[in-house]
Each structure stands twice: as structure tokens, then as C-alpha cells.
């Protein structure tokens, strides 16, 4: 009986320390290469650059995506920004690799190596959970339309 109370308490907080980190990241920002000349980008638009439909900002200028590959920041952006789990978000890019439609995003181990990728590369666009010290890359808003 013991064993089993042991057990439970040890689930519950397991569960406590997964809520807690998705939790705190929850405030995820988009970061942009300093050349983005945008200020802002919709819902939408974060999306299709994301989902590989679109290769522009609303301005015309070139979109980069760049991702995590996974973590609680990478399935916290994805729920909230793509409406998509990490396994949906693989299948939707592994369709559109295989049709000869798209090359899927580049993919990190961490924020601090994605946000050096976005600092370098004109048009990149990622994410991350705070801001960061790294002069080439700002952070920019969600607009209010779609």
C-alpha cells in the first residue's frame, strides 16, 4: 500500500513539473533576422509561413522558417501559433517533402543556437521563450486581423 501511495505522489508530481514548464512557456516571441523589415505579422500569415503555403511577409520580403526540434517551447509555439501537435506539424512537412512541394524547415537543439541561425540569415524567422542579448535579431508582434 505504501509502494502504491509512493507511486501516485510521484505521478502527481511529474504531472505538477510538466504543467509548470509548459506553463512557463507559454509567453512565446517571434524573433526575425534585423534585414525583416516588418513590425508585426497575423495569425495567418505566422501559420503559412510556418505550414510551408506561403515564402513571403506580408511585405513580399523572403520568409525563412526555423524551428526547435521539440520541447516545451516548440509544442507550446505550435498549439498556439500553427494549431498543430509535433506529430501533425512532422506529417503535414514530411507530405509536402515527399510531393516535391517544399523543403521542411531548418530544426535546433536549442533557442540559443536557433536565435544565432536567425541573427545570420536574412528573412529567418523563429521563436523563442525570452528575449535574448544577440544584436541581429529583433522580436515582433502579432497583429490583431488575420
Sequence with gaps: MKLLNKIRCS???LALLACGAAAHAQDVLLVVNKSVPIAEVTPG??????????????????AVPVTLKGGPVHEVFLKNYIDAMPEEFRARWR??????????????????????YVAVTPGALGYASRTTSEENVRYISLSRSN
Design 11 to 13: 505521478v502527481v508530481l
Design 45 to 62: 500569415n505566422v501559420r503559412a509561413i510556418f505550414t510551408g503555403s506561403k515564402t513571403r511577409f506580408a511585405d513580399g520580403s523572403h
Design 95 to 116: 507530405k509536402t517533402v515527399f510531393s516535391g512541394q517544399g523543403a521542411m524547415p531548418r530544426a535546433f537543439d536549442s533557442e540559443a543556437v536557433m536565435i544565432q
